[in-house]
């Protein structure tokens, strides 16, 4: 299939289906602000959850933050955002259209001075003001990155749970960038949510601490249902780097708009500590208890986006497949993943008795599970509705049901089907997603 063809698919399946809509639609969308609909909140959900459950809850040396997404202006001075967050911008001379100079050709760089603008610079960090009264009120930031907050409040950890070095805290949230150039659906947006982790160490240990985490970080999309052949790591080059930053590597995956940045794994050494404790006058070293030392850590940083991890695994969970003559559309999410994992199917919506075994199935069911009913076409078409929002298992009500007690449990990758006992059929299916 075309790569423009494909996203073209996801977009329009995307909003057929429930999983995302652009914002505000019915005045006319907001520019690259797009909302999760149903399944998309369910995906999203899922996969934070997973992100947090192989980062925090299954891990001894992690710990959590929700910090606020407002913070003291002075966070920007020192996080070095507030002088140099910018990108570099031209005008296209004719057409007014604002382009940032690195998405530039080399034959369209060099019409810089022609045809468009000289560069200039451009803060991407999204301005707001705090306080009723116009004169008093102060200017604050939407934050650009939620690692600040967790920097801000190394010490605060510290204190408050006795951890030792090496250890890491993670923080998932929005963030908000006033992007120039913002697009491809939901992988470049104005706001958007990160899933970030500031992991702190020695600087001796820090290059093999670095590696780790990028491994880690890769292993994570696989096992997750990405194809390794859609992932790649990709490090940047000296030129590339932040100054402060001792190595910098991508996890890349194969958008159908090209190899693009799906998370940064950095080695921040120690400058973002440095720069707090220096601008607020407090003591962020830590403290070896054993050997009494003083110093600031170094931190390796993996920082990934919920939304471009979401449309890469949309993406890669996106197949169409000839079945019987007919063509289905089929989203292989990872269970984990997968937003509805049981969808109950009444054969017959005019009987009583099975529309009520079928209920009850489903009641009982959504205690664990996320479930859907859906009585309102032919099996042959719930079933295809259910495989394009990648639902895991569909179980099937039918009249011999009434008399075995059994139901028909069809698996989405392989359409098999099997009779299980009503009884067994919580269990069997936990088993089948466990
Ligand atoms: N604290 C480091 C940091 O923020 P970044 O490379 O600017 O690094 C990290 O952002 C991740 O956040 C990216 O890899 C990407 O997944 C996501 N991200 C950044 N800008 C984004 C945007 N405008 N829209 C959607 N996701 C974005």
Redesign the pocket.
């Given at each position: 299939m075309h790569n423009s063809d494909l996203m073209d698919k996801i977009v329009s399946l995307c909003k057929r289906r429930g999983f995302i809509f652009q914002s505000s639609e019915i005045y006319g969308g907001l520019a690259n602000a797009w909302d999760y609909g149903p399944f998309g909140a369910e995906l999203k959900r899922n996969l934070k959850n997973c992100w947090w459950k192989s980062n925090v809850s299954e891990r001894d040396d992690m710990v959590g933050l929700d910090a606020a997404i407002l913070m003291h202006p002075n966070t920007w001075k020192a996080s070095g955002h507030a002088e140099n967050f910018t990108d570099l911008l031209v005008d296209d001379k004719k057409t007014k259209k604002r382009f940032r100079v690195d998405h530039l050709s080399p034959e369209e760089q060099a019409k810089i001075g022609t045809q468009y603008t000289e560069p200039r610079e451009f803060n991407l960090m999204l301005k707001t003001r705090l306080g009723a009264v116009e004169d008093t009120s102060s200017d604050v930031f939407l934050r650009?990155?939620?690692?600040q907050g967790i920097f801000v409040n190394f010490k605060n950890i510290l204190d408050s749970t006795s951890r030792r070095l090496p250890f890491g805290i993670a923080q998932i949230g929005k963030?908000f960038?006033n992007?120039i150039t913002?697009g491809n659906f939901?992988?470049?947006?104005?706001e958007?949510e990160?899933m970030?982790i500031e992991y702190f160490t020695t600087a001796e240990d820090s290059d093999a601490c670095y590696e780790e985490w990028i491994n880690r970080r890769f292993n994570w999309y696989t096992e997750h249902g990405i194809r390794k052949e859609n992932l790649k790591l990709r490090k940047h080059d000296d030129d590339e780097l932040a100054h402060y930053a001792k190595g910098c590597t991508?996890v890349e995956y194969q958008f159908p708009f090209g190899w693009s940045?799906?998370?940064?794994i950095?080695n921040r050494t120690d400058y973002d500590l440095k720069q707090h404790a220096e601008l607020s006058g407090k003591d962020l070293r830590y403290h070896n208890k054993i050997t009494n030392e003083r110093f600031y850590p170094y931190v390796i940083?993996p920082?990934?986006?919920v939304?471009?991890?979401a449309l890469a695994f949309l993406v890669d969970a996106y197949h169409e497949e000839e079945v019987d003559g007919r063509s289905r559309v089929v989203l292989k999410l990872h269970k984990d993943l997968a937003p509805t994992k049981v969808a109950v199917l009444p054969l017959l919506k005019k009987n009583a008795d099975i529309v009520s075994m079928a209920q009850s199935i489903k009641t009982d069911l959504q205690k664990s599970l996320t479930c859907v009913y859906d009585d309102s076409a032919a099996i042959g078409k719930l079933y295809r509705r259910q495989d394009e929002v990648g639902t895991f298992f569909c179980v099937t009500v039918d009249v011999e049901s009434l008399d075995d007690k059994q139901v028909t449990v069809r698996d989405r990758d392989t359409m098999g089907q099997q009779r299980v006992p009503v009884e067994n059929l919580k269990r069997y299916i936990q088993d089948q997603l466990s």
């Open positions: 650009p990155e939620t690692a963030s960038r992007e913002a939901v992988f470049r947006m104005r958007f990160q970030e991508d940045e799906l998370e940064g950095a940083e920082s990934g986006g939304d471009r991890a």
